[in-house]
């Protein structure tokens, strides 16, 4: 049987969309189907037009990707989280979907299924490793099953080393590079093919 991937993630101006897609892509390669979904959007339209490239995303995506539900999280085998850091931290936004999963957690939804993390801050030190160990947390309590890339193929150094998951430092302007993505897709397919060992 095929691993079902749920890939949740936050964005607000749109690094972090580019992970999820290409985690989800690789997930994909690997086998798995895969269900890619953007947790709604909290932040007052005040704060989202004073930022244009936030007001962008926002519209860009609202159609084009479907908003996460609890029913994701059941339907799902695997997870992969993507969130940017919000000071070393898991976005607030993300944040208040896990907070909606007390139910299914004393339900035991999560027991024993494989789960990563991916990030963006916007400086190369700026809480990337923090925002992924935070985010680790939850899956902890979920009783999951961890799966960092550590340094499980060499393509993960040419994307900057991190293994505790695909992180992008933002900072330069541009989106994701190449290195970063393939490593994303890496990490997606790597999760693909854990789940599909533990579930077999
Ligand atoms: C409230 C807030 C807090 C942030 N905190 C940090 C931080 O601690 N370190 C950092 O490097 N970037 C920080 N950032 C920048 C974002 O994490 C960064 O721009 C990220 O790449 C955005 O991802 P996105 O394009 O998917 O929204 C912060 C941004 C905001 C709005």
Redesign the pocket.
Known sequence: MSARVAVIY????????QLAQAVADGAAAGNADVRLRRVPELAPDSAIDANP??RA?VDATKDQVPEATLEDLEWASAYAFGT?????NVSSQLKQFIDLTGGLWQAGAFHNKPATGFT????RH??QESTLLSMYNVFYHWGCVIVPPGYTDPLLFAAGGNPYGTS????GGEGPDGATLEAARYQGRHLAEIATRVQS
Do not use: C, K
């Not at 992008?168 to 900072?171: E, T």
């Open positions: 936050y964005s607000a101006t749109g690094n972090v969309h490239a936030w995303h940017p850091t919000r000071f070393g963006s801050a916007m400086n700026g809480g992008w430092p933002s900072g």
